[in-house]
Nanobody
């Protein structure tokens, strides 16, 4: 089993930055890849960024060049650095960890981009 604890959400002005953190515990060895999803009001949940065990990253076109996903293997933490934030980035952001047995999710953290 894997437990995910998210932090870093909040209110930020357009053009600002936030860094989301997802601290993992449990069967870390079983994690195949990790990612960040988000769900805006009235919209479906979408993949924002992902990172594989080998460090390969992928981004949604809407955030490419602005967001960066990274991983600290010592701290067992995945980060999402969000720069140049836009109002359309407003959503609940969810950390995800995929193992061979289950797809684990964090509780979600609210990101609101507004002036």
């Amino acid at each position: 089993q894997v437990q995910l604890v998210e932090s870093g959400g909040g209110l930020v002005q357009p053009g600002g930055s936030l860094r989301l953190s997802c601290a993992a515990s449990g069967s870390i060895f079983a994690i195949r890849n990790s990612g960040w999803y988000r769900r805006a009001p009235g919209k479906q949940r979408e993949l924002v960024a992902s990172i594989t065990r080998g460090g390969r990253t992928n981004y949604a076109d809407s955030v490419k060049g602005r967001f960066t996903i990274s991983r600290d293997n010592v701290k067992n933490t995945v980060y999402l650095q969000m720069n140049s934030l836009k109002p359309d980035d407003t959503a609940v952001y969810y950390c995800n960890a995929l193992t061979e047995n289950y797809n684990y999710w964090g509780q979600g953290t609210q990101v609101t981009v507004s002036s």
